[in-house]
């Protein structure tokens, strides 16, 4: 795969769903309290108006109550110019989530293909920068899906490495972003990981390991608010901020990322 500029985050649309009144039951690995339904939905909107605000048509999709967690629509599915490929989530009750979304991605994407194989893979895991796709293995991603997956990617013309995820990780992305332009947002055990080769990183502070995970779409980078070190270092690698509350996503285990899928189509 050649190096194409932008690829990782110049994007004209973006897939969101409204979380549901049953995400209070979403998967968790610590405990910290259930999320608020109606809080999270108005943390949701400030979110969709932030990609909005960076230039993305937003499709929001409704609320599905069978699936707590189905607001994080980036696990089941992952998003390129030449197509969609719907994954297959590493979590049991999560596994129906890539046939719920596949009708929104047909109305976008003339091609959706299914992860081939019986692997999984969590969107998640999934860190695509201008050269390369990182693919993290974890407790949801397997090499079995990693390698059917990076088998797709191929096919397109993209490159793929499966990388080991430290161990007390639950998603690659969980512990780093790119920020675009050759620069990676990681946490110390991820910068010190060798994964990044030669890039630019920039380090999240001790006790903010949650800001890892933000995503640049265009020409902002959308941080989660609270993390004040690590917001400081990424505005002064040279980078526009846009802060958004995260509370009640981070509350069973989800980020900024989780909330969208995020593409560029042929002609915007």
């Not at 055990?189 to 995970?213: H, I, L, P």
Request: hydrophobic share 40%.
């Amino acid at each position: 795969m050649a190096h194409r500029p932008g690829l990782s985050h110049r994007f004209t649309h973006a897939i969101t769903r409204t979380p549901s009144n049953s995400v209070s039951k979403g998967i968790r690995a610590v405990d910290s309290g259930d999320p608020d339904a109606e809080t999270f939905r108005r943390e949701h909107d400030l979110y969709v108006k932030a990609l909005q605000g960076a230039g993305l048509t937003v499709d929001v999709l409704p609320a599905l109550e069978e699936f707590p967690d189905s607001c994080f629509v980036e696990d089941p599915a992952f998003c390129l110019p030449e197509g969609a490929i719907r994954l297959r989530p590493g979590t049991q009750s999560r596994e129906a989530e890539g046939a719920a979304i596949r009708p929104a991605l047909e109305n976008r994407f003339d091609t959706v293909v299914d992860l081939p194989g019986h692997g999984c893979v969590d969107g998640g895991d999934i860190l695509m920068l201008d050269d390369v796709v990182l693919i993290g293995l974890s407790a949801r991603t397997n090499r079995a899906g990693a390698e059917a997956f990076a088998g797709v990617l191929a096919n397109w013309g993209y490159m793929a490495e499966v990388c080991e995820t430290p161990d007390g990780v639950l998603h690659f992305k969980t512990a780093c972003s790119t920020l675009g332009d050759n620069v990676i947002l990681a946490t110390r055990v991820m910068a010190e990981s060798g994964f990044f080769g030669g890039r630019k990183t920039v380090v999240v502070a001790d006790r903010e390991e949650y800001a890892a995970n933000v995503i640049r779409v265009n020409d902002v980078v959308l941080v989660p608010e609270g993390y004040p070190q690590t917001h400081a270092a990424i505005q002064a690698a040279g980078f526009k901020t846009v802060l958004l509350p995260t509370h009640e996503a981070r509350k069973i285990d989800g980020g900024l990322s989780c909330l969208s899928l995020r593409f560029a189509l042929p002609g915007g």
